[in-house]
Protein backbone atom coordinates (compact mmCIF):
# COMPACT_ATOMS: atom_id res chain seq x y z
CA UNK A 1 0.00 0.00 0.00
CA UNK A 2 2.27 2.64 1.46
CA UNK A 3 5.70 3.05 0.06
CA UNK A 4 7.93 3.18 3.02
CA UNK A 5 10.48 5.78 1.49
CA UNK A 6 7.43 8.47 0.23
CA UNK A 7 4.06 9.24 0.97
CA UNK A 8 3.06 7.62 -2.15
CA UNK A 9 -0.10 4.89 -1.89
CA UNK A 10 -0.35 2.11 -4.31
CA UNK A 11 -3.82 0.31 -4.76
CA UNK A 12 -5.25 -1.87 -6.89
CA UNK A 13 -9.40 -2.32 -7.82
CA UNK A 14 -11.55 -4.54 -9.21
CA UNK A 15 -15.05 -3.23 -9.14
CA UNK A 16 -17.57 -5.88 -9.54
CA UNK A 17 -19.16 -3.23 -12.40
CA UNK A 18 -15.80 -3.32 -14.15
CA UNK A 19 -14.51 -5.57 -16.31
CA UNK A 20 -10.89 -3.59 -15.41
CA UNK A 21 -8.15 -3.63 -12.67
CA UNK A 22 -7.64 -0.47 -11.94
CA UNK A 23 -4.03 0.63 -10.68
CA UNK A 24 -3.79 3.25 -9.11
CA UNK A 25 -1.46 5.49 -7.26
CA UNK A 26 -1.52 8.80 -5.17
CA UNK A 27 1.15 11.31 -4.48
CA UNK A 28 1.40 14.24 -2.58
CA UNK A 29 2.87 17.44 -4.30
CA UNK A 30 3.22 20.27 -1.64
CA UNK A 31 0.12 20.72 -0.83
CA UNK A 32 -1.26 19.20 -3.25
CA UNK A 33 -2.13 15.10 -4.77
CA UNK A 34 -1.82 13.76 -7.53
CA UNK A 35 -3.46 10.92 -8.54
CA UNK A 36 -2.68 8.62 -11.55
CA UNK A 37 -5.37 5.75 -12.38
CA UNK A 38 -4.23 3.15 -14.87
CA UNK A 39 -6.71 0.51 -16.48
CA UNK A 40 -5.73 -1.77 -19.46
CA UNK A 41 -4.79 1.19 -22.09
CA UNK A 42 -6.00 4.04 -20.28
CA UNK A 43 -4.02 6.34 -17.53
CA UNK A 44 -5.99 9.21 -16.23
CA UNK A 45 -4.13 12.14 -13.74
CA UNK A 46 -6.17 14.04 -11.31
CA UNK A 47 -5.17 16.75 -8.99
CA UNK A 48 -6.59 17.91 -6.19
CA UNK A 49 -6.12 19.42 -2.38
CA UNK A 50 -6.58 16.21 -1.39
CA UNK A 51 -5.87 12.77 -1.90
CA UNK A 52 -9.39 11.85 -2.46
CA UNK A 53 -9.94 15.33 -4.71
CA UNK A 54 -7.44 13.94 -6.66
CA UNK A 55 -8.50 10.53 -7.40
CA UNK A 56 -12.26 11.82 -7.81
CA UNK A 57 -10.64 14.33 -10.29
CA UNK A 58 -8.69 11.30 -12.20
CA UNK A 59 -11.65 8.69 -11.77
CA UNK A 60 -14.07 11.76 -13.84
CA UNK A 61 -13.57 10.87 -17.07
CA UNK A 62 -14.18 7.34 -16.67
CA UNK A 63 -18.13 7.78 -15.56
CA UNK A 64 -19.79 8.49 -12.17
CA UNK A 65 -20.94 5.10 -12.72
CA UNK A 66 -17.21 3.60 -12.78
CA UNK A 67 -16.01 6.49 -10.34
CA UNK A 68 -18.53 5.15 -7.40
CA UNK A 69 -17.80 1.63 -8.35
CA UNK A 70 -13.98 2.12 -7.60
CA UNK A 71 -14.14 4.77 -4.34
CA UNK A 72 -16.91 2.04 -3.05
CA UNK A 73 -14.60 -0.63 -3.40
CA UNK A 74 -13.42 -2.40 0.19
CA UNK A 75 -10.23 -2.58 -1.21
CA UNK A 76 -9.89 1.30 -1.13
CA UNK A 77 -10.59 1.05 2.83
CA UNK A 78 -6.80 0.00 3.01
CA UNK A 79 -5.39 2.73 0.97
CA UNK A 80 -7.46 5.27 3.36
CA UNK A 81 -5.72 3.85 6.22
CA UNK A 82 -2.36 3.77 4.84
CA UNK A 83 -3.21 7.40 4.48
CA UNK A 84 -3.71 7.93 8.16
CA UNK A 85 -0.95 6.39 9.15
Known amino acids: ?6 NTVHVDVSP ?5 VFSMR ?4 GE ?9 HER ?3 IG ?13 LGR ?4 SVMADPAMFGASLA ?3
Not at 16 to 20: K, L, N, P, R
Open 26 to 29: LDPL
Open 83 to 85: LLA
Open 49 to 61: ASARDALVAALAP
Open 44 to 46: HHG
Open 65 to 68: RTAA
Open 1 to 6: MRSAQT
Open 32 to 40: RWVAVVNCE
Open 16 to 20: TTSAC
